[in-house]
């Protein structure tokens, strides 16, 4: 039986990962560090899928215990650098070909991304920013595991809601504003052409925010993905903002993505919001969770 555990879900990136501790009997004679892939269940469903990437075992005046830590299936397109190579047109099924089923990653039912004329991969990109940049920059959806360890290309399902209210069990709840890291405009530069294209969040700029930066793009680029990758570089910057943070009592009732409605009497910060990370745990305390919610259009 464990004696502790943290699991830790994201909207897509970085990653998720995990990490448990049980005590180990002196007559086991499994080899940990053979391990090559952790899954968890809980009430008969899988609630992660991942990769090791650190087995420990210790022993003490308290006796043997075994620790376990890793990531979710990300960590193979994280950990593997792609091929440099341009594509006349790359379709998604030549972007899985190429850079996710060769490490036995599968893909789930989900909708049709569409073809994107010449499409370069830089050499010494990693595999995940080969895929992120195809499904994000030109097919509109941020890319995300499963908790079956498998590569989902879709956006969120909005068919349910949590409701957070006064019979929920909240142990703590925290509202953080940041304004650091966020940017009021983005110049796009195409390097051979000199033509310039400004995106300026215009929200951020009302309330006094100051930031520019300015991106150099390849001479290719046409105008569309110039604009769209200047306004990816707003809404990543601004993502983080506004955060409502939730401790509960209970563990694997809210995931990345999924709407929650925040309905508490005398809570300045009701409102609707969707899930942008989930930690899930249990240590001597009991079991917890902590949440932490963002306004719904920033968690693509």
């Not at 501790?21 to 053979?34: I, L, S």
């Not at 892939?37 to 420990?56: I, Q, S």
Request: aromatic share 10%; with cysteine; hydrophobic share 35%.
């Amino acid at each position: 039986p464990a004696a502790a555990w943290r699991m830790e879900y994201t909207a897509g990136t970085p990653c998720d990962s995990f990490w448990l501790r049980c005590g180990w009997d002196r007559g086991n004679t499994a080899r940990p560090g053979e391990w090559t892939r952790f899954t968890a269940e809980h009430g008969g469903k899988r609630v992660f899928t991942g990769v090791v990437d650190e087995c420990e075992v210790t022993e003490d005046g308290g006796g043997r215990r075994l620790e376990v830590s890793g990531r979710g299936m990300a960590a193979l397109l994280l950990d593997n650098e792609a091929l440099g190579q341009d594509y006349q047109s790359a379709t998604q099924a030549d972007i899985l070909r190429d850079h996710v089923t060769p490490y036995g990653i599968e893909t789930a039912p989900g909708i049709r991304l569409p073809p994107v004329a010449r499409f370069s991969v830089a050499a010494g990109s990693s595999e995940w920013s080969v895929v992120h940049d195809f499904a994000r920059y030109y097919g509109g959806v941020c890319p995300r595991f499963d908790r079956q360890g498998r590569l989902v290309l879709s956006g969120w399902e909005d068919g349910q809601e949590r409701v957070v209210d006064d019979r929920t069990g909240v142990a703590a709840i925290t509202r953080r504003d940041r304004r650091y890291g966020a940017l009021s405009q983005v110049l796009v530069r195409d390097r051979w052409s000199g033509r310039v294209e400004t995106v300026d969040n215009r929200e951020f700029q009302a309330a006094g925010g100051l930031a520019r930066r300015i991106l150099t793009m390849p001479a290719r680029s046409s105008y569309k993905a110039m604009r769209y990758s200047g306004q990816f570089q707003l809404e990543r910057s601004c993502a983080e903002r506004e955060r409502l943070e939730l401790t509960l009592g209970e563990v694997f009732t809210v995931w990345p993505g999924e709407l929650v409605s925040v309905q508490r009497t005398g809570c300045g910060w009701n409102g609707r919001y969707r899930a942008a990370q989930v930690t899930a745990g249990m240590d001597g305390s009991g079991c917890w969770s902590r949440v932490e919610l963002a306004p719904p259009e920033v968690i693509l």
